[in-house]
Nanobody
Framework: QVQLVESGGGPVQPGGSLRLSCEAT?????VAWFRQAPGKEREAVAT???????RYTDSVKGRFTLSRDNAKKIMSLKMNSLKPEDTAMYYC??????????????????????WGQGTQVSVSS
């Protein structure tokens, strides 16, 4: 059973930065970060495919950067210029097959086979 372990969340002031990490026990081709704030729907924040293609939700473009190691086991989400509206529980999700549809649409939670437990990000002054 593949396990995903997230780390790096915590409190931060507006304008600050955080780096979230997700480590998988096996190499995964398509990996994503989702987030869910209280009272809001879960949304895909950033996704990286087997060929390195990345997709971001509009609200984080230019502020968040998704990357991973060559072994495709460790994925990092660097979050800059954080805003209070970025406050949420962040979850890592992964699947072995490529996300062949990624250039055409945003991922959904059910597109993935494995999920982490989540890490809380709180942005406030």
């Amino acid at each position: 059973q593949v396990q995903l372990v997230e780390s790096g969340g915590g409190p931060v002031q507006p304008g600050g930065s955080l780096r979230l990490s997700c480590e998988a026990t096996e190499s995964m081709n398509c990996v994503a970060w989702f987030r869910q704030a209280p009272g809001k729907e879960r949304e895909a924040v950033a996704t990286i495919n087997g060929d390195g293609y990345t997709r971001y939700t509009d609200s984080v473009k230019g502020r968040f950067t998704l990357s991973r190691d060559n072994a495709k086991k460790i994925m990092s989400l660097k979050m800059n210029s954080l805003k209070p509206e970025d406050t949420a529980m962040y979850y890592c999700a992964a699947r072995l097959p490529w996300c062949g549809w990624l250039r055409g649409r945003d991922p959904t939670w059910s597109d993935f086979s494995f999920w982490g437990q989540g890490t809380q990000v709180s942005v406030s002054s």
